[in-house]
């Protein structure tokens, strides 16, 4: 963020969390008594009205987050995120233009649905995550404790990776969850994996790190794997950072 001075005194920032916690708390007498403190902050340092109508209907408002200083993209109403949803696996026909890949990848997160460990999470009475385990359901507690809208998380990712292995078979990879405010992917990982197959797991795991780092590098997307619940890089990046932009 460029330098930018407060509207009420001589101070200058260049980070959007500290100009808005600033104005919440510095100037808090100025706030209008309608609007929370920070998002009418935000509003004034990206000179916009406070509140911004969902991308899919453009007709009702959508969260902010006084966590990541963000809106979300879409509103609460399920059509909405259907809508947004059906539109991300559009493009992707419209990249690889292959029907029998999109069979593949309709098989595959089928697999995952029906999976053994796979369960709901129940985030609120509107919204259901389908989630494999504990670690998973830890990240999504995470998300709650720091003010996160559930119309802003897909479980899984609704993208779908391919990649090669190293005998050219093509191999798919949906990443655990996708952010959509920041157009993010994020992979939950455990560390401690004594599986039989590690070796063979970890070259795998190469491969599709080093696709992800192909198409972030193409398509500023953002790729982040969480390993162990250790949520710090996270936080730093993409929670307390301005590595968003405000927009
Ligand atoms: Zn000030
Ligand atoms: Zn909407």
């Not at 100037?27 to 609007?35: I, S």
């Not at 494999?132 to 809208?149: A, C, H, P, Q, V």
């Not at 992917?185 to 992800?212: F, G, Q």
């Amino acid at each position: 963020m460029r330098n930018t001075r407060c509207p009420f005194c001589t101070m200058i920032f260049n980070d959007k969390h500290k100009f808005c916690n600033h104005i919440a708390n510095k100037h808090n007498d100025q706030v209008p008594e309608e609007y929370e403190p920070l998002e009418w902050a935000y509003s004034l340092l990206v000179h916009k009205p406070v509140g911004r109508l969902c991308t899919e209907c453009r007709k009702n408002y959508v969260h902010f987050n006084k966590e990541t200083l963000k809106y979300c993209r879409i509103c609460d109403d399920p059509a909405c995120r259907e809508s947004y949803v059906k539109k991300v696996k559009a493009r992707m026909v419209n990249v690889y233009g292959k029907e029998h890949l999109l069979n593949d990848a309709d098989m595959q997160r089928k697999m995952i649905y029906n999976h053994a460990n796979a369960r709901d999470y129940v985030w609120d009475e509107n919204h259901t995550f389908r989630i494999i385990g504990t670690y998973e359901e830890d990240f999504l507690n995470k998300l709650k404790s720091l003010g996160w809208s559930p119309n802003d998380i897909v479980a899984p990712s609704p993208n779908n990776y391919w990649y090669k292995w190293k005998d050219g078979s093509t191999h798919l990879y949906i990443p655990d969850f996708y952010i959509i405010s920041l157009n993010l992917e994020i992979e939950i990982k455990e560390s401690n994996n004594t599986h039989p197959r590690m070796v063979h797991n970890r070259e795998i795991e190469y491969l599709k790190d080093a696709r992800m780092r192909k198409e972030c590098d193409k398509t500023g997307l953002h790729y982040l794997k969480i390993v162990d619940k250790n949520y710090d890089e996270f936080i730093e990046l993409y929670v307390k950072s301005d590595n968003n932009q405000p927009e």
